[in-house]
Every structure is written in C-alpha cells, then in structure tokens.
T-cell receptor, first 112, second 112 residues
C-alpha cells in the first residue's frame, strides 16, 4: 500500500504557481520522497526527488518539512501542459530495482 | 535515443483467452518492471525482471507471468483472462545500479 496521502484533485490558473501537498507521516530516515506525473494516455514521468533538503530542477521545486512528515511539489508557472495526475511516492532505495508504489495521486487541472 | 517501446498499443481479448504484451527497454537499461493500471487508479506493481529472472513480484496471481530475453526486452503473459484484467499495462525500464525509471506509454487491454 502507498505510504502517502494526497488530495484527490486541485485546480490552478495558468501562469500561477501550483502547490501540490503530500503527507508521509510514517516515512523512515532512509526513505526518499519522489514525485512522478502522468499526462493522459502516457506513462508516468519522473519530476524530482529529495531526502531532507529542498530540491529544485528545471521542472519543479520540492519542499520537505523539517520533520519530513510532509512535502510540497511546486510548479512555479503552471501551463496547460502541466494538467496531469501527480504522484507522491516514498521509496527506500536509491537504485533501479526498488519498485515504485503508487497511490491514487492528485489530479491537477490547469485552467486558462 | 529511443525510450521504452511497448506493443501493441491497444488490444481486445475475450474472457478466458491468453494475451502476450511486449516491451523494449530504453537503451542501456537492464531491468524491466511491469505495472497494471486500472481506470482511475495508480499503477500497481506486477513484477520485475533482471538477468532474465523474475526478481520481485507484487500481489498478482500466477496467471500473470513474464519473460526477459538476452537483449533485455520483456514479455508479460496473462492466462485465463478475466473482465477485471482490463487495464493499461505499463512497462518501465531501469538500470539496477542506478536510480531512475523510464516508462512506456502502455498497452490498453480490454477484456470482453
């Protein structure tokens, strides 16, 4: 079972920041927080991950609380192409053989 | 650089039949994982293949089986199809020694 809790859906105006929350209150010290997204009719796509420090890449920023029990994915300037289901995943190993455990994710709708 | 290729893209089968889905991993990847995604749900891990052997398995019956070939490509076989097997089947490839999954766009299986 997924170890994360996310809102079912969210709306965001185009051009504004989209802030997607995730609760992972039972996270262990060696578990990373990963974010993937799935655009309609495509496979999931990696966005970003982090352990305890905030992370930023060309797609998004990840803010992890100090107690690591929750995190927020930030899309700084949402576009219509960011409409997708966003999955927050807690994962123990930094390797290519640890399966991803998906929950139901958050359906983000970016509105013009 | 080709990503993950899955075939066919769509398939319709009758209850009780058998089906084979195919996956070619991203160039340089050596591990293939299969996921089932029912409508409105997140992907669920079926199993993972590395060095031509099943290494990990999710909570799926043995009607679901697979194979990995020397060129790292993989097949997913489902016997005695049920209506509930209707889903999007996703293949993800990775490198066992490094992080990062790349997903294909999936095969949409409909069982009637």
């Amino acid at each position: 079972d997924a170890k994360t809790t996310q809102p079912t859906s969210m709306d965001c105006a185009e051009g504004r920041a989209a802030n997607l929350p995730c609760n992972h209150s039972t996270i262990s010290g060696n578990e990373y927080v990963y974010w993937y997204r799935q655009i309609h009719s495509q496979g999931p796509q990696y966005i970003i991950h982090g352990l305890k420090n905030n992370e930023t890449n060309e797609m998004a920023s990840l803010i992890i609380t100090e107690d690591r029990k929750s995190s927020t994915l930030i899309l700084p300037h949402a576009t219509l192409r960011d409409t997708a289901v966003y999955y927050c995943i807690v994962r123990v190993s930094y390797s290519g053989n640890t399966p991803l455990v998906f929950g139901k994710g958050t359906r983000l709708s970016v509105i013009a | 650089d080709a990503g993950v290729t899955q075939s066919p893209t769509h398939l319709i089968k009758t209850r009780g039949q058998q089906v084979t889905l195919r996956c070619s991993p991203k160039s340089g990847h050596d591990t293939v994982s299969w996921y089932q995604q029912a409508l409105g749900q997140g992907p669920q891990f079926i199993f993972q293949y590395y060095e031509e052997e099943e290494r990990q398995r999710g909570n799926f019956p043995d009607r679901f089986s697979g194979h990995q070939f020397p060129n790292y490509s993989s097949e997913l076989n489902v016997n005695a199809l049920l209506l509930g097997d209707s889903a999007l089947y996703l293949c993800a490839s990775s490198l066992v020694s490094a992080d990062g999954y790349t997903f294909g766009s999936g095969t949409r299986l409909t069982v009637v």
